[in-house]
């Protein structure tokens, strides 16, 4: 059984930043694309990275430049770096197991993924 936790989020002044972190058990880790998503109260689930089995990223056009996505393969762990933090950057976070080893075409489509965490709360203030 594949179980994804997150940790990480936490209360930060804009401009700040947070670094969360994934890991993924009861798979072969770096066989799969991994991705974030967030969701604001009142607002849809959205997807803000990907990253292939290889390293490959890709973002939200809103974070690019200010997050960074990585992953540690023989530790199963996925990271989402999160620097000069908005208050609209405030929501939930989740990682989730995407059902293939590639990012391109689908990486925003929720029902591309397979397994989810129960998030981390991430909350900037202004």
């Known amino acids: 059984q594949v179980q994804v936790v997150e940790v990480g989020g936490g209360l930060v002044q804009a401009g700040g930043s947070l670094r969360l972190s994934c890991t993924a058990s009861g798979l072969t880790f770096g066989e799969y694309a991994m991705g974030w998503f967030r969701q604001a109260p009142g607002k849809e689930r959205e997807a803000v990275s990907c990253?292939?089995?290889?390293?490959?990223?890709y973002y939200l056009d809103s974070v690019k430049g200010r997050f960074t996505t990585s992953r540690d393969n023989p530790k199963n762990i996925l990271y989402l770096q999160m620097n000069s933090l908005k208050p609209e950057d405030t929501a939930m976070y989740y990682c989730?197991?995407?059902?293939?080893?590639?990012?391109?075409?689908?990486?925003?489509?929720?029902?591309?993924?397979?397994?989810w965490g129960q998030g981390t709360q991430v909350t900037v203030s202004s």
């Open positions: 989730a197991v995407k059902s293939s080893d590639y990012c391109s075409g689908s990486w925003t489509l929720i029902h591309e993924y397979t397994s």
């Open positions: 990253i292939t089995w290889s390293s490959t990223t």
